[in-house]
């Protein structure tokens, strides 16, 4: 008696065995592939979903500061301001044109925004430091517990990089943003974090914030605008020869890209959520938060940039993504600063 799922051969009378054989062995490797290929089609339906929705609670959950009912026109006198920045800054700040400049202080640049010149034209006087000055390097949000806590008089006093103003001139307003790659935030991490730690957790991340909120409450006649770290092209994964890597990173892996899309997402909201986020409980109006990522991946439409540049791997904003953020900041900076002026 044949054991249950083998083949008899002598019930099969007028068949040619072999080839009999040969289908069913065929047929089994047939319905394998295809449940391989099924399994893996629905995981990724289900985690684009996941991630969908896990977005769209998150932004129905947060609660950015309302600066509406401030005035979007330019201050009446003129302000100095200070943007400590590195490659994206500087290009958000330039004109449209042939990439001239050093040290990431542009003039003009493929991607320019024009956002210098519109600070101009509402009364803002732009000073700028980035790489090769002290008060410019290191930006990477583990950098600015050190460099407020450290640095504070000579970013209040800065003209341009590591030129101090002479004349006791002050920066009423200081900017400062991160770079993209502070978004790869590989795991949550472990609450209280660490500010000084450079290992890109969530838990570090939201402990280098809270950090430096001591520095800005000890210096009220300064208005400083955190920005929101601008987001990075999703990278690709699939391309032929890696499947076997593709299926690792979709089917649940520890730190998904989805998962630092996410992380992203709900870190950059943390920073922005007036009432449970960075700023909550946070009693003076001098800090401010411009959501320069949310901008950039299209208000929600992705977690990850929808303005590259280059070839379009590039996280580098291109020129209609800075021109957006730009046309954006000129009013949230001058309402943000009638609110800081408020009698």
């Not at 490659?87 to 210098?116: F, M, W």
């Not at 949310?294 to 070839?311: E, M, Q």
Request: proline share 5%; aromatic share 10%; glycine share 8%.
């Amino acid at each position: 008696m044949p054991k249950y799922g083998s083949i008899d051969s002598s019930h099969l009378h007028g068949f040619n065995v072999k080839r009999l054989i040969s289908f069913h062995q065929k047929w089994r490797s047939f319905m394998s592939k295809k449940t391989v290929v099924f399994i893996f089609l629905v995981t990724a339906l289900i985690i684009t979903s996941c991630s969908s929705q896990t977005v769209e609670t998150i932004n129905r959950k947060v609660n950015p500061m309302d600066l509406s009912s401030f005035p979007a026109q330019a201050p009446v006198n003129q302000v100095h301001l200070l943007f400590i920045h590195h490659s994206t800054g500087g290009q958000l700040l330039a004109d449209a044109g042939n990439e001239v400049g050093k040290d990431c202080i542009y003039a003009s640049h493929p991607n320019g925004g024009g956002l210098r010149g519109l600070l101009a034209r509402n009364n803002y006087i732009v000073h700028e430091a980035s790489y090769g000055s002290i008060i410019g390097d290191k930006t990477d949000i583990c950098h600015w517990n050190a460099k407020f806590r450290d640095h504070m008089s000579k970013i209040l006093a800065c003209n341009q990089q590591d030129s101090l103003y002479s004349d006791g001139t002050r920066n009423r307003i200081v900017v400062f943003k991160s770079c993209f790659p502070n978004n790869m935030l590989i795991s949550d991490g472990s609450d209280p974090g660490d500010p000084d730690a450079c290992d890109r957790t969530l838990a570090n991340a939201q402990a280098a914030y809270r950090a430096i909120l001591h520095f800005f409450e000890r210096n009220p006649e300064t208005l400083f605008v955190a920005f929101t770290v601008p987001p990075l092209v999703k990278p690709i994964l699939y391309r032929k020869g890696r499947l076997i890597e593709r299926l690792k990173v979709i089917t649940g892996r520890p730190d998904t890209l989805d998962k630092i899309g996410r992380r992203a997402r709900l870190f950059n909201n943390w920073l922005k959520d007036a009432e449970q986020g960075w700023l909550r409980g946070y009693a003076l109006k001098n800090v401010v938060v411009f959501d320069y990522y949310d901008i950039l991946t299209g208000h929600g439409r992705s977690d990850w940039s929808v303005y590259p540049s280059g070839a379009g791997q590039d996280s580098h904003p291109n020129r209609d993504g800075n021109a957006k953020a730009a046309e954006e900041f000129v009013p949230f900076l001058n309402r943000a600063w009638h609110r800081f002026n408020q009698e």
